[in-house]
């Protein structure tokens, strides 16, 4: 299906864990985010990518980990979970040199025990 | 720092009234502005954008106001439908086609009948 897609859903581990979080998109978009939203913070940057193998940190980068090898994929790993990290994950896409209107995945969300 | 913010967590506003949602920001490089609408367990989705250019920009029953001055825009919704219940979220950019936008914590929108 075209669009934007995220996988998990709805995860839960535990503390000093590894997870990753998947994006995928079908529309070969160039720039690609990872945002988290918390209530009384909104949604906050954690990392970007302009391209594959393009990444850049966001607002709130620590204890994550971005790659993109491919336009399509943008995986978004928590090395070792923190309950800090508990929240809801965005993944969201949008193409160069347009008006800023960002494309956002479903979401998926994380609880960190 | 709160850059950009949505001082009302929440509103409540009966069918067929107008709704007023407000975001302030402090970063005068800001020179974009976009409202997404968010419904529950789903991602957020752009509604309307305006430029500093411009104070005004209207999209059928939504219309957005700038004024640059006090660092202030609002998002008007007449007339309010139930299907407006949603979180709305303010998000400003240094220029069009930076990509990277900073979100205001959002605004939950209750739309009685």
């Known amino acids: 299906d075209a669009g934007i897609t995220q996988s998990p859903r709805y995860k839960i581990t535990e503390t000093g864990r590894q997870v990753t979080l998947m994006c995928h998109q079908t529309w070969s978009h160039s720039y690609m985010f990872w945002y988290r939203q918390d209530l009384g913070h909104g949604l906050r940057l954690i990392y970007y990518s302009a391209a594959a193998d393009i990444t850049d940190k966001g607002e709130v980068p620590d204890g994550y980990v971005v790659s993109r090898s491919k336009t399509e994929n943008f995986p978004l790993t928590l090395e070792s979970a923190t309950r800090s990290q508990t929240s809801v994950y965005f993944c969201?896409?949008?193409?160069?040199?347009?008006?800023?209107?960002?494309?956002f995945g479903p979401g998926t969300r994380l609880t960190v025990l | 720092d709160q850059q950009v913010k949505q001082n009302s967590p929440s509103l409540s506003v009966q069918e067929g009234r107008i709704s007023i949602l407000n975001c302030d920001y402090t970063n005068s490089m800001f020179d974009y502005f976009l409202w997404y609408k968010k419904y529950p367990a789903e991602g957020p989705t752009f509604l309307i954008s305006i430029s500093s250019i411009k104070d005004k920009n209207e999209d059928g029953r939504f219309t957005v106001f700038l004024n640059k001055s006090a660092k202030h825009l609002s998002l008007h919704i007449v007339p309010s439908q139930p299907g407006d219940s949603a979180v709305y979220f303010c998000a400003a950019t240094p220029l069009k086609g930076a990509q990277k936008l900073v979100f205001g914590q959002g605004t939950r929108l209750t739309i009685n009948p």
């Open positions: 969201a896409s949008n193409e160069d040199n347009t008006y800023n209107e960002q494309f």
